[in-house]
């Protein structure tokens, strides 16, 4: 008989190039103990085994080693037709079978020393030995299911002796036991695992067949507890890697990775597409190849890796864009350099908006007098604090470009008039301006009122369909009040829409591109929502391009007494009345912190308009709500107590003047209109620091 009657066909194996973790994850998913290794034309190179996995655990080895670096290459092999009698005495545990060089079979020790024996029923002391110092279990019966072998290691993992087991009929002695079905299908049961005494076993159950006959089966038991444990392990590395992988391709900024010898190990897919460069490009090259190829003017990795310091600093690509990267270092357990782990932001439009700023800021002259005619004409803003005209002058540069700006400030600061001063200031001017408050529609109409639908899109939609507000804007501006409170289903949407620039109907296929100048506006903090998962991180650098900050009122109280008269001007227009406000009153309100900003300030001049019975307001009502009782502001319930007489009247004289050389603008017509001296009107103006024009 010859070793192609006796081996196990067409077994499976593994390339040279397997990692050790891929090894060790077939090995449990197939309940192996071993694989023959072969190489890229298929040839037979070595074999791999749970004791290569064994040592490389013990010595530390990553797992991400290809097998080639472990297997054992010095394996005896035989040929199909080599006779069976010269593998009696084999020692080797697995013996490939090849043909021309590629792997044919395998033979097993325990199936030639079976296939020596079964015959006679009976073994030498020395085949009983060679079976004891088989570090697996082995059971082997004949046909009639009595036992024949049994070596020390089943004795060590089963707990029974060898004594009370030969020659016993293996029904009797393991009664849930399937080595006898191997013998009554005539069919092996592979890998079949069990535990017993808190150890797991895998058990490889086969037939013996001696010239095309059934003389008996074998059973091998390996003990795969610390296997079981070993590869528990590596699933549990594999799925924080793939988590940790996860959330680094999920990052809006880019993450580039290096070993201590600046030779790129990855990147994330934010880094593609900030830069262009694909991984494939630099993935394996070196850092100090690549600059010196010109891909990068300067590096961050060489100089964490010269340095072993985190260090930031822009970084200008060949591509032309300008990246803020930081680079920093991760050490080893014995405090070596491992990594080097860069993180960068792609502020190409930050640095071009600066650069347009800085050109701005030498035309100042022209900006102050364009700001000047902004503020008559807006009739809108009052500009009375250095904080808001900071505020208007940044408006109308930013109005010149079209980057993205997010406005954030309290409620009621008025964050609408910048959005609408953006806009006028715009080349967009001349073209529509929406205004959306995504709190005050439901999110189930919001989709729709944004981005449209086609006919038939949904029951109760308009026959023909309908345009969503980003083709109504086309061309022009979209404002998008309180975007904190817009569902992450429709954040979403709306990244996409901003970074394609094109939407798509809901119910259509083919997608509608736009030009639209992006403002959006919050009271909210978005950093913090996204930190908490309530607003996608990606979006809002998106959004934040540009971010306006809006001072409440109580940053900026000179504004208070500008805008108690334009409101009392405004309400008097409009109910038709000719109301005055007492000016001591004034005083008090400027003593307010005035919570609710603006909107509270216009709310209390209207309430104190349409209530008062008197032409003269010397009473206002302030606040007022279920659980706070308003506060009121009343110069006839006022308790006189001690005061600087000077100060109040100077700083009514300076409010009062400030007010008409806004309105008259010139020394003359305001000496006219407050009935004094050109002369008293300039040097009042001197002594306030007010501009006169002439």
């Known amino acids: 008989m010859q070793a192609q009657d006796i081996m196990i066909p067409t077994p499976l194996v593994c390339n040279s190039w397997h990692t050790l973790t891929e090894v060790a994850e077939i090995l449990l998913e197939k309940h192996l103990y071993g694989l023959p290794v072969v190489d890229e034309q298929g040839l037979f190179v070595g074999y791999i085994g749970h004791r290569q996995l064994y040592k490389a655990i013990s010595q530390k080895i990553d797992v991400q080693t290809p097998v080639q670096k472990l297997m054992n290459s010095n394996v005896m092999t035989v040929s199909p037709d080599t006779d069976l009698k010269t593998l009696y005495p084999l020692r080797n545990t697995v013996m490939p079978v090849l043909k021309n060089g590629k792997l044919f079979g395998v033979i097993t020790r325990e199936l030639v020393a079976a296939y020596s024996n079964l015959e006679a029923n009976s073994f030498s002391p ?24 049994y070596n020390k290691a089943a004795e060590n993992i089963l707990g029974l002796k060898r004594d009370a087991v030969l020659n016993q009929l293996y029904s009797d002695v393991f009664p849930q036991g399937n080595l006898y079905r191997v013998i009554e299908k005539k069919q092996g049961i592979a890998n079949e695992k069990f535990v017993h005494n808190n150890k797991t076993y895998l058990s490889i159950n086969n037939p013996i067949i001696l010239a095309g006959n059934l003389i008996g089966a074998i059973a091998i038991i390996q003990d795969i507890s610390a ?43 934010a880094y593609t597409r900030i830069t262009g460069i694909k991984a494939e490009d630099i993935i394996g090259k070196n850092m100090y190849d690549l600059v010196e190829q010109g891909l990068y003017d300067r590096s961050a990795t060489i100089s964490v890796i010269e340095t072993h310091q985190m260090i930031t600093f822009t970084q200008t690509l060949k591509s032309g864009k300008t990246l803020l990267v930081t680079g920093n270092p991760v050490f080893n357990k014995q405090g070596e350099l491992a990594w080097v782990i860069t993180n960068g932001r792609d502020i190409t439009e930050l640095m071009s908006l600066k650069q347009e700023v800085e050109l701005a800021q030498n035309l100042s002259r022209h900006y102050e007098k364009e700001l000047q005619k902004v503020i008559m004409q807006s009739g809108e803003m009052i500009v009375n604090s250095p904080k808001t005209k900071e505020l208007l002058e940044l408006t109308m540069r930013l109005g010149t470009v079209d980057s993205t700006v997010l406005i954030y400030g309290e ?62 804007a086309n061309g022009g501006t979209l404002f998008l009040d309180e975007i904190g409170e817009m569902s992450l289903t429709l954040q979403s949407k709306l990244l996409r829409a901003i970074q394609e620039k094109e939407i798509l109907r809901i119910g259509a296929t083919t997608p509608i591109k736009i030009d639209v100048r992006l403002i959006t506006a919050t009271n909210r903090d978005l950093w913090e929502m996204t ?164």
């Open 227 to 269: 296997l079981e444990s070993i590869t528990s392990e590596l699933e549990y590395t594999k799925k924080v890697k793939a988590e940790l992988d996860a959330i680094i391709e999920a990052s809006f900024d880019s993450i580039f990775v290096t070993d201590a010898k600046a030779n790129v190990v990855s990147i994330n897919e």
């Open 126 to 149: 020395q085949d009983q030995a060679i079976f004891d110092a088989e570090y697996e279990g082995i059971i082997i019966i004949n046909n009639n299911q009595q036992i024949l072998v």
């Open 411 to 472: 409620s009621g600061v008025g964050k609408e008039l910048i959005a609408r001063e953006l806009h006028k200031n715009s080349n967009r001017k001349d073209k529509p301006m929406i205004n959306i408050n995504c709190a005050a529609i439901p999110e189930t109409l919001l989709e729709s009122e944004l981005f449209g639908y086609e006919s038939g899109a949904f029951s109760g939609a308009r026959k023909g369909g309908k345009m969503g507000i980003f083709e109504l």
């Open 531 to 694: 930190r908490r998962g309530q607003f996608r991180q990606d979006l809002y650098y998106r959004l934040n391009v540009v971010p306006i900050y809006v001072p409440p009122l109580r940053e900026r109280k000179e504004e208070i007494p500008a805008l108690t008269y334009h409101f009392l001007n405004l309400f008097n227009k409009q109910y038709g009345m000719n109301k005055k406000i007492d000016e001591r009153i004034i005083a008090n309100l400027l003593d307010y912190d005035w919570p609710g900003n603006v909107r509270e300030l216009k709310n209390a001049i209207e309430r104190a308009v349409v209530t008062s019975t008197d032409e003269v307001i010397k009473s206002i009502k302030i606040g007022g709500t279920i659980n706070d009782s308003e506060m009121e502001f009343n110069l006839e319930n006022e308790i006189t107590g001690e005061i600087d007489l000077r100060e109040k009247v100077n700083a009514y004289e300076k409010d009062l003047l400030q007010r008409y050389i806004q309105n008259y603008k010139s020394s003359r017509k305001v000496a006219k209109a407050l009935n004094v001296s050109q002369t008293t009107v300039v040097r009042k103006a001197a002594q306030y620091g007010i501009p006169l024009e002439g």
